[in-house]
């Protein structure tokens, strides 16, 4: 059973960086894709970044290439986000989220394909 806790939330000024970390408590998502998503406030939830269960390809949304990687732990257990130059425009609660390959089945882009989410880590960035 996949279970997916995320840290590394919390307040920073626009220019400052945060790491935020997903851990799977039930260690089985080696084998998954991974993705980061966000939801701002009266927003709908919007992708960030995703990488394949490989580590081998990663990708981002246009607002955050450049300032986000993601990258996956040696145990493939942990999958962090490392986002630079945060904006305000930045602040949403970040969700990771878990999918098979044959859900994902190369459309790590969209929500449809992830089979598990956690619960989310909030990411205020202030001007």
């Known amino acids: 059973q996949v279970q997916l806790v995320e840290s590394g939330g919390g307040l920073v000024q626009a220019g400052g960086s945060l790491r935020l970390s997903c851990a799977d408590s039930?260690?089985?998502?080696?084998?998954?894709?991974m993705g980061w998503f966000r939801q701002a406030p009266g927003k709908e939830r919007e992708f960030v970044a995703a990488?394949?269960?490989?580590?081998?390809?990663?990708f981002y949304a246009d607002s955050v290439k450049g300032r986000a990687t993601i990258s996956r732990g040696n145990a493939k257990t942990t999958v962090y986000l490392q986002m630079n130059n945060l904006r305000p425009e930045d602040t949403a609660v970040y969700y990771c989220?878990?999918?098979?390959?044959?859900?994902?089945?190369?459309?790590?882009?969209?929500?449809?394909?992830?089979?598990?989410w956690g619960q989310g880590t909030q990411v205020t960035v202030s001007s």
């Open positions: 989220a878990a999918g098979s390959p044959s859900s994902i089945r190369g459309a790590e882009q969209s929500q449809l394909g992830y089979n598990y």
């Open positions: 990488i394949t269960w490989s580590g081998g390809n990663t």
């Open positions: 039930g260690r089985t998502f080696g084998l998954y894709s």
